[in-house]
């Protein structure tokens, strides 16, 4: 079974401060990718990375960095945090869109600025 | 860019009775579409995908999704609602690599 974990459930951070949300996948996928999820605005996508060292601006990519030193790993940073990136923030890995580029989700962050 | 476009935000129906989540779709190609299915606090969870095959797709847990090309839909339904099924769905449009593009979301609410 897939496996995508986040080191937190629950984080609270004060205005200003520098943030880092790691994202770990066991599955050897290529692919993986940082969202963030506020109410009524489903799902939308901060960073992906499509192998080690590469990274690319999903839709909203302003205040945040990404970091892919390991296959495995995939971090988001938050360079200065403020109170309108509270938010959920999900990961995820998939197979390459040849073999159905499947995606797993991680349970999720919930990130509290104040 | 494609998108898709949920049409409801909220769906309120009785237990017993038919489940109807509408999600319209803009693509400039025959996309790829999917519906996930997301319970409180607990991630996010495929239903189903269609991907050019059939255009009726079934998914897990009594769901389906008719793929219609001329009214550029992929509606989800299911014939009888259970109260399990309250929870948030999405429909969902692939990119070009592998990125996923989200609808807003339709909050299912199952009344007893």
């Known amino acids: 079974d897939v496996k995508v974990t986040q080191s937190s459930r629950y984080l609270v951070k004060r205005t200003g401060e520098k943030v880092f949300l790691e994202c770990v996948q066991d599955?050897?996928?290529?692919?993986m990718f940082w969202y963030r999820q506020d109410p009524g605005l489903g799902l939308r996508l901060i960073y992906f990375s499509y192998d080690v060292k590469m990274k690319e601006k999903g839709d909203i990519p302003e205040g945040y960095s990404v970091s892919r030193e390991k296959k495995e790993r995939f971090s988001l940073i938050l360079e200065s945090a403020s109170t309108n990136q509270t938010s959920m923030y999900l990961c995820?890995?998939?197979?390459?869109?040849?073999?159905?580029?499947?995606?797993?989700f991680g349970p999720g962050t919930r990130l509290t600025v104040t | 860019a494609q998108s898709v476009t949920q049409l409801d935000s909220h769906v309120s129906v009785s237990e017993g009775t038919p489940v109807l989540l509408r999600c319209n779709y803009s693509s400039s190609y025959s996309p790829s579409l999917f519906w996930y299915v997301q319970h409180p606090n607990k991630g996010l969870q495929l239903l189903l995908k269609y991907t050019s095959a059939a255009t009726l797709v079934k998914g897990i847990n009594g769901f389906e999704a008719e793929f219609k090309k001329s009214e550029t839909s992929f509606h989800l339904t299911k014939p009888s609602a259970h109260m399990s099924d309250a929870a948030e769905y999405f429909c969902v449009v692939r990119e070009y690599g592998n990125k996923l593009v989200f609808g807003a979301g339709t909050i299912l609410r199952v009344k007893s």
């Open positions: 995820a890995s998939s197979t390459p869109s040849t073999s159905g580029g499947k995606q797993y």
């Open positions: 599955m050897d996928h290529e692919n």
